[in-house]
């Protein structure tokens, strides 16, 4: 019976997992409610809390040290609070491990700590006829010292071999803190789930302050990690930093493909091009290991004399449904073969096309993909045969395309191949005006649009009452991320026929009392409308600026927001 109410309790809890006042609340009832609430809460800690208390998950992480831990932290300058063992294992509840949170928490933790003097009573040096005692004794006696005497013999103890381990510590200075503790969570979570690691710079931990092995030494705590994300930043190192870094990277990917088989989400961000043909190899087979990757997105500057990412992603072609690639070196048959090959493949996303020209040598087919969503960022605009072949290929199955850096190109393509839109986002940077309202009329299914940079891309005083006529009844939401005027805004609600249930208009810098006016009265008249918004700039160089009361009586009808110029809301 115990079982069951704990198992039901169990299920209860599960609902509150992401409230932690609700956890701690729960936390007060009584010893078994405290019991089911307590995993919840120490899943992810530092999700669980704000940065101001990082300090107090090391210092609970901390207690659950041995003494003979705890005592080197004394000796090498670690205040330590006095308070007994904590109740639970804390460190075996970890799932989410985030390594620049908690290099964060630590660097507070270790700041509010540490202390000048140990806080132990000084002893005078050994004299020169003891000295030779101190090699001998200090690495016997440094793990002996009790945090907590429980009597006067212990007492008597610590004051006797306090030298002996003080002296030891000073010519022995190799002792980290942060280490210690990481090892402490390595060894003792059992669950990981997931799992962020940083390389590179100063601020994240140093390859020897991670000893992933013990992750796997007494059960594998990868067994059932569900997301992994690598960050390796600008190095900032010296050749042999550079090297243990590159070694830990090879060794994590390694022992990785052994121990963790069941990622989902996989994410692998780098900031350099120097990583050696080892390490190359070590990630194509930790990608080409995995049973069921779902999501796969990366920045990673891939070697082409090395084994092809894409040619290790063959392997997930029944699992694999997103793939996110930021910056690529270079476009090959592997990747295209790839694009064939992935049939659970619906969301393709391409963004951040290097600014200088790079080798396109795929050889495109007349192969279908079946792929739902498409992201062209900006600069793949300069690469048509790349553009229109993957809208070509995609053909009827594309539902959402999002083009930053929309040419007249690539809006034909689409206009010929993609009629089931239903989800359409063009950013131009170019104009546009002549071949949009062409697109918009053959989109029959389309209900979301979304528009942007600038008015004169997307249409003049010439085209905007073809460009109004052009949008199709299915519309649902029109979004407009640019400072359009009120008479072009005025033909364009009058014009447009389709009933739309949200409008958001986004970068205004006019508040002209008609602008206020004409949304009042689209308000009033389209009963179809559930949300409009209306994002103002706080520029001030406005013309003709309207008084308080119109602002406060144009709420009553729609939500108006304060919107920083410099940080402009970015709907692509």
Known sequence: MATLIADTLREI??????????????????????????????????????????????????????????????????????????????????????????????????????????????????????????????????????????????????????????????????????????????????????????????????????????????????????????????????????????????????????????????????????????????????IESQRTLQSFMSDYIWDPSSPS?????????????????????????SLVLGLLEWNALEVLELMGCPASAFPVSACFTKGQLRIRNLYLGNGYCSYPIITTNLIRMINLNLQKLVVEGATPEIIDAVTINCPQLTHLSLCAYQDIFESLPRLLSTLSLLETLILGNREQFIFTDDTILRFSQSIPPSLCALFLNFNISSQSLRVLLTECSAPLHRLELHQIQNKELELFSLLIQYTQNNKSLKELKLYLSHSSSYTDPVSLDVLKNAKKYFTIVGQDTKHSYSLW
Request: charged share 20%; net charge positive.
């Open 13 to 286: 809890f599960e609902y509150h997992k992401d409230d932690p006042q609700t956890l701690h609340n729960l936390i007060t009832v009584n010893r078994l409610w405290c019991c089911q609430a307590i995993p919840l809460l120490w899943r992810r800690p530092f999700e669980m809390t704000t940065q101001d208390k990082y300090h107090l998950i090391i210092r609970t992480y901390v207690m659950c040290l041995s003494d003979k831990a705890l005592s080197r932290f004394m000796f090498v300058g670690i205040k330590l609070d006095d308070f007994k063992k904590p109740f639970f294992n804390y460190p075996t509840y970890l799932q989410n491990f985030d390594s620049e949170k908690y290099r964060l928490a630590l660097n507070i933790w270790i700041r509010m700590n540490a202390m000048i003097s140990t806080g132990i009573t000084k002893r005078k040096p050994l004299n020169t006829f003891c000295k030779p005692l101190k090699k001998i004794f200090g690495p016997i006696v440094k793990d002996c010292y009790k945090i907590s005497p429980q009597n006067l013999f212990y007492k008597a103890l610590n004051k006797c071999i306090e030298p002996f381990i003080q002296d030891y510590y000073a010519t022995h200075p190799n002792f980290s803190v942060i280490k210690e503790v990481t090892d402490l969570l390595f060894s003792r979570c059992n669950r990981l789930k997931n799992f962020k690691i940083y390389f590179g710079d100063e601020h994240t931990l140093s390859p020897a302050e991670m000893n992933f092995a013990l992750l796997t030494i007494k059960h594998n705590a990868l067994l059932n990690l569900q997301k992994f994300e690598l960050v390796i930043r600008p190095p900032s190192l010296n050749i042999d930093d550079l090297q243990n870094m590159n070694n830990a990277l090879t060794n994590l990917f390694t022992m990785m493909s052994k121990y963790a088989t069941k990622i989902q989400e996989m994410t692998i961000k780098s900031y350099t091009n120097n990583l050696p043909t080892k390490v190359h190899t070590s990630l194509y087979r930790l």
């Open 309 to 333: 990412i894409f040619t290790a992603l063959l392997n997930q072609s029944h699992s694999l449904t997103q793939l996110r690639l930021w910056g690529l070196t270079h476009f090959d048959n």
